[in-house]
């Protein structure tokens, strides 16, 4: 049916069923992608539209129903050839955009307000942006720039040597607001063949497949087992165990069997029931409990006792320490499945050129990809080119393999570019998960409050495949004491599998979970002795100069002391608030908590590199060759910001080559907080490489000020200035690289298991509705010693984005496969959930580090939900030992209190 | 590919339906219920007849039309009858979801926790059904059979809602309890119509959601009600024993004791909250 309508204030027409969504129809067939789609369900937002003014989720609209109307998208806001709208502009200033696949459904949102009330209230902002996820930012910057809009704050570029601590605007946001960037959706040619795959409707089970000719014979290829040459992976080099498609055998719901790959509408219409497959299921092992039970089958044939890894810290006696100790507690605490719940699913595509193969997917780990495809497609790595596409939040999620394989292998045996583009709930049911953990700990202190002894046992669920549970079974037993100077500790902690999802990457590698049980303890320690649980925590912090439980001295850059300090007046006022609320009666209390964190920037005792390079051409081009991956989360930024002092030019003269494995050398994966500090360093070297070069060339000192016009570059050393033609000088290319220094832990876990570490202290004040057990959070103070904020702006962005992370992990967030597969039922916070989280930036520079940065993208979220379980502690009296403390949980757990008080 | 009608008019619309037509309307539950896969059934698009949509007064009351959507109805000027239905819509998902969503496909959906139906239960609302062949009248009540399930027959359409007016002036209120701010379906949720004269309940209708199948209305708590001052003490009033109607289940989002606690709560806040 063909239907005309205005887009954008311009007459369009479209053809085609008019059932088809309005999404599906602008990005697919009328070319504007900068219109999102996140789930196709009304859930995320990312898709929102005007519809005759109106905000609508645009995959929920029939084009039947677009005759005559008119629609507005991200295209349509900017007023004239780059000439950004306010509110663009506005959001661009605030850092309100991260990885920016939120950004054009908040913009729409905002669109349809702002239109109407220029300035609006907190409120407003939030009734309107209500319907939109973001996963990134926590939405207060967001809010911020909507509320702005019409006061823009003036933005100023840095001088030559000026970048580094400035806020200077995201490198790629004006294609972030804009709608412009290209997500692993987005640059999807035309003549691609589509991959739909069918997955396990089990969570164990054997299967056997039936004759496939009738289905091979609708489509091009449905792929299996047997064509995939070499099928298995894993992110270990010794342990490849997950297949690209089951053979015979399924070990989580959501598994990938068969790959049907053809037309799209061909894919689309074949149902999985018509799919010959005939199961033997089998009953499913859940949870710890069940995978180390003495009988247990096994989910890997050669795991015996379902065991993954086991492995821990030992120092000194802590038997004979707690024996001495004043005061003793302990507890138990468990966590779930968490879903990262990036609003970008999984997605790309991939064609043959030559004998070589292109994969251009969203991921976060661009050379890890590249080996790991080689592997399994049996190639050289250098027949593997990743190209990286904008990348709409990964937290973990996209270190792990998801579309490129099929995509690979199908194109690659088809001759055809080929794509692959997950549905919300199949991204929730392939993809990794947070581990769900087992936390069993004790601490004991002496009178004074001084920590003498700790020991905690930490199980993990890795689910069905290993994927990262290793590092997390590694990183949990260092971090596992909490960020505090213990004499005697004994750490402890095995993975193991079952039919769960495979638990792999999150944010922190197990360490908030572990978090949650040490920050506990600080709580009840600090309440048995009568001590502010803040002072005691201060009392305890490591500082540079002590020993940590691996042997490791500590020679700099530990400020959780100086954190502490400052969030003592907050701590203080708020008690005494508090205090005063609570007197009011009613069936709300307040409450406050803190919770306190140190992190291992990089990975755990193992050589992570990083290799950056700086070139300036002969016509005067100076580009950074980046391989370190932006998820979101700023390294794009904060990586010219870094170069451009380095090589004392400004950061506005360079332009960004990033991620493609071709142009670009391996700077490792983007995880374990790791690209700041080690990237970083490597493009502080790169920068610090070609200015030598540069002033080598023009015979000049170190202090020379250079400066770049066109292909001349000229060098001012005090009142000689030279000029150096780079037509003929040129081209010339600096190189760095960075690895940060560790040493292998022993058998009893000491060691030096990473150069440095991120300390933080977060306070939490909530509101509980004691009545129905519901839980606000209404502020969070967040102190964080980064060593040296390379741009604030961006390491607020992350702490927000990591305290809203926190927030869910505690509240509300809890994957069951087969029922929260979907946004809907899987609770992620809204802009409503989020309070106004205040950052405190400490700076207690790492001289490793590049400017004494450290990391920032875990340590976020690790202290949130410790801080807020222990507001509800300080609220109720009600400890929690199940996480996320749903409003029921809370409930009954506060009746049972009562109960037993009577 | 199946068929798509999108008819002006009503006759049309019934003439259709003498064959199977999936209705759609805001498609804020059809789409969602269609996620990857590809559409396939004939589909009836109703959103562009005009005679379905907007409120209108009438000598009896009020009529809102099938296809009015909740930001519609939240700017309708309407007396504080509405308040708990205008609270309600303010409540169904986020902004996008209200400028599309309908009143009748809310109701049509028959969900165990569509947020419309309280507040119409409340209001006592009939549903208005259309056949080829003339139309037909039930309480809300008698047309929410099961979980998505409906007294509507393939070949109606509900064409609008009628809310009789109340002998006394009456004042209304809704109250959701959900696991996060915005966009979230109801743990439980309660509204109420009190009709108020001489500063004592008149006449008291209440209706409780997501703790039971289909929403019901608690003819106890109603009685309980009548007679009572005006004031903040009605929440008082609420009874545990009053809720036997509920038969509140355990899921992802709360075990069924906590549901008939909450209930309670939302209750006797509800109360005191609409006499605030
Ligand atoms: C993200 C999201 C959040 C939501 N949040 C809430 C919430 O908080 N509370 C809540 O109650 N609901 C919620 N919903 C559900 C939904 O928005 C409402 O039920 C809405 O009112 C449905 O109206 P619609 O017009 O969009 O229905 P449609 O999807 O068009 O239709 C719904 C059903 O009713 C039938 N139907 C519709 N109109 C008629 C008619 N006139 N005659 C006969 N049959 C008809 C259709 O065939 C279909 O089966 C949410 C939905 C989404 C996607
Ligand atoms: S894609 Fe439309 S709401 Fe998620
Ligand atoms: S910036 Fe909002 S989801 Fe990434």
């Known amino acids: ?902 | 590919m199946g068929d798509y009608l999108r008819p002006r008019g009503l006759e049309e619309a019934l003439q259709a339906l003498t064959r199977p037509f999936t209705v759609l309307a805001g498609g804020t539950d059809f789409y969602p219920a269609r996620v990857g896969r590809a559409v396939t059934e004939d589909v009836l698009d109703i959103a562009g007849i005009a005679a379905l949509r907007g409120i209108s007064e009438t000598e009896v009351g009020w009529r809102l039309g099938a296809t009015t959507t909740w930001s519609e109805l939240v700017e309708a000027p309407l007396p504080p009858l509405f308040d708990g239905l205008k609270q309600a819509a303010r409540e169904v998902g986020g902004r996008q979801i209200q400028n599309s969503g309908t009143i009748a496909g809310n109701v049509c959906n028959a969900s165990p926790a569509a947020d419309g139906v309280p507040p119409l239960l409340a209001l006592e609302a009939e549903v208005e059904l259309a056949h080829r062949d003339g139309t037909r009248r039930l309480p809300l009540a008698s047309f929410i059979t099961g979980v998505r399930r409906t007294a509507r027959q393939p070949a109606e359409l509900v064409v609008a809602l009628h809310v009789p007016r109340p002998r006394a002036e009456a004042r209304s209120a809704f109250l959701k309890l959900g696991a996060r701010r915005y966009l979230v379906i109801s743990i439980a949720m309660a509204s109420v119509v009190l009709e108020v004269a001489e500063g004592k309940v008149a006449a008291a209708r209440v209706a409780v959601g997501a703790c039971s199948p289909v929403a019901q209305r608690l003819p106890l708590l109603e009685r309980a009600l009548i007679g009572a001052s005006f004031d903040a003490t009605l929440g008082e009033r609420a009874e545990p024993s009053h809720l036997a109607p509920l038969s509140p289940i355990d899921d992802i989002r709360g075990s069924a004791a906590y549901r008939g606690d909450a209930a309670l709560a939302v209750l006797r806040r509800l109360l005191s909250k609409v006499a605030a």
């Open chain 1, 1 to 902: 049916m063909k239907l005309e309508f205005t887009l954008n204030g311009r007459a369009a027409s479209w053809d085609g069923a008019p059932v088809t969504r309005l999404a599906a129809a602008l990005r697919d067939d009328l070319g504007v992608t900068g219109t999102k789609t996140g789930c196709d369900a009304g859930d995320c937002g990312a898709c929102t539209v005007l519809l005759d003014g109106r905000q609508v989720c645009s995959c929920l609209v029939a084009m039947g129903q677009i005759e005559g109307r008119s629609v507005e998208t991200v295209e349509g806001l900017e007023t004239g050839p780059d000439a950004m709208a306010a509110l663009q502009q506005s959001f661009l200033d605030h850092g309100a955009a991260q990885c920016g696949i939120c950004t054009p459904g908040m913009l729409m949102a905002a669109q349809e307000l702002v239109r109407r009330n220029s300035k609006p209230s907190r409120a407003e902002v939030e009734d309107a942006l209500g319907g939109v996820l973001c996963r990134c930012t926590g939405y207060g910057k967001i809010v911020d720039a909507v509320m702005d809009v019409v006061s823009p704050a003036p933005a100023s570029a840095p001088v030559a040597g000026g970048a580094v601590g400035s806020r200077i605007v995201r490198v790629d946001g004006p294609a972030k607001v804009t709608g412009r960037d290209v997500f692993g959706a987005d640059g999807i040619p035309t003549d691609v063949l589509w991959i739909r795959v069918v997955r396990s409707p089990h969570a164990r089970a054997h299967f056997e497949l039936g004759d496939l000719e009738p289905l091979r014979r609708r489509l091009t290829a449905v792929l299996t087992a047997a064509d995939v040459p070499f099928n298995g992976y894993g992110i270990y080099p010794d342990i490849k165990d997950q297949p690209v498609l089951a053979d015979g055998h399924v070990r989580y719901r959501g598994e990938a069997v068969v790959a049907l790959v053809g037309e799209r509408a061909a894919v689309l219409a074949i149902r999985d029931d018509e799919v010959p497959i005939a199961w033997r299921p089998e009953p499913p092992i859940f949870g710890v409990d069940a995978a180390m039970a003495e009988d247990a089958p096994l989910v890997q044939a050669d795991r015996p006792g379902n065991l993954l890894l086991k492995g821990g810290v030992k120092r000194g006696d802590v038997a004979v320490a707690f024996e001495a100790c004043a005061a003793v507690a302990e507890g138990t605490f468990e966590t779930a499945f968490v879903e990262h719940a990036y609003i970008e699913p999984e997605a790309g595509w991939a064609r043959r050129v030559g004998d070589r193969i292109e994969i251009h997917a969203t991921t976060q780990t661009p050379y890890m990809d590249r080996d790991e495809i080689a592997n399994l497609m049996r190639l050289k790595p250098e027949a593997v080119r990743i190209v990286p596409t904008a990348c709409g939040g990964g937290f973990g999620g996209k270190l792990d393999l998801s579309v490129q394989p099929l995509i690979a292998i199908a194109a690659w045996t088809l001759g055809r570019p080929v794509a692959l583009v997950y549905t919300r709930p199949e991204s929730m049911a392939a993809s990794t998960k947070r581990h769900p953990a087992r936390v069993k700990a004790r601490f004991g202190c002496d009178t004074e409050g001084k920590l003498q002894s700790c020991d905690v046992t930490a199980l993990f669920d890795t689910g069905a495949y290993a994927s990262w549970g290793p590092t997390v079974a590694n990183r949990v037993p260092v971090h596992a004491m909490g960020p505090y100077a213990i004499p005697n500790v004994r750490t402890w902690g095995e993975a193991y599998f079952s039919n769960g999802p495979p638990a792999g990457a999150f944010r922190g590698f197990g360490v908030p979970q572990a978090a949650i049980a040490h920050e506990a303890m600080m709580d009840e320690l600090a309440d048995r002795l009568g001590i502010d649980r803040l002072e005691f925590r201060h009392r305890n912090a490591l500082r540079a100069g002590d020993t940590t439980a691996t042997g490791q001295t500590l020679a700099h850059s530990a400020g959780l002391a100086e954190c502490l300090d400052a969030l003592r007046p907050h701590w203080r006022k708020a008690h005494e608030e508090i205090a005063a609320f609570n007197e009011t009666g009613g069936p709300h209390r307040r409450g406050i908590g803190i919770g306190c964190m140190w992190y291992g920037i990089g990975n755990t005792s193992m050589s992570n590199p990083s290799r950056m390079r700086v070139g300036l051409s002969p016509a005067g081009t100076l580009t950074l060759y980046s391989g370190a991956l932006d998820i979101g989360q700023g390294s794009n930024t904060i990586m010219v910001q870094i170069a451009a002092d380095a090589v004392g030019l400004p950061a506005e003269q360079f332009t960004l080559v990033t991620g493609d494995t071709d142009l670009t050398a391996d700077a490792g994966k983007t995880s374990a907080s790791r690209q700041t500090f080690v990237s970083g360093k490597a493009a502080e070297k790169a920068g610090q490489d070609l200015r030598q070069q540069i002033l080598r060339l023009a015979n000049a000192g170190p202090q020379a000020i250079l400066s770049l016009e066109g292909a001349t570059l000229s060098v001012r050393d005090g009142a000689d200035v030279r000029t150096i033609d780079l037509a003929t000088a040129g081209p010339l290319m600096g190189e760095g690289t960075f690895d940060p220094p560790t040493t292998p832990l022993d058998a009893d876990g000491q060691g030096v298991p990473y150069a440095t570490y991120a300390f933080a202290a977060q306070l939490a004040e909530v509101e509980v509705d004691i009545e129905l057990g519901t839980v606000k959070v209404l502020r969070i103070v967040a102190a964080h010693d980064v060593g040296r904020a390379i741009n604030p702006t961006l390491v607020e962005g992350q702490i927000q984005g990591g305290v809203a992370q926190g927030l869910g992990l505690a509240l509300m967030e809890e994957y069951l496969p087969g029922r929260t597969e979907n946004l809907h039922d899987y609770l992620i916070p809204t802009v409503g959930d989020v309070p106004e989280i205040e950052c405190l930036l400490i700076e207690d520079r790492e001289p490793l580090g590049p400017s004494g940065a450290k990391g920032i993208g875990e340590p976020a979220l690790v202290p949130t939900a410790p801080a807020i379980l222990g507001a509800v502690h300080h609220a109720t009296g009600v400890r929690a030992h199940r996480v996320p403390l749903l409003p029921h949980r809370l409930r009954e757990a506060m009746v049972a209190q009562q109960r037993s008080k009577a």
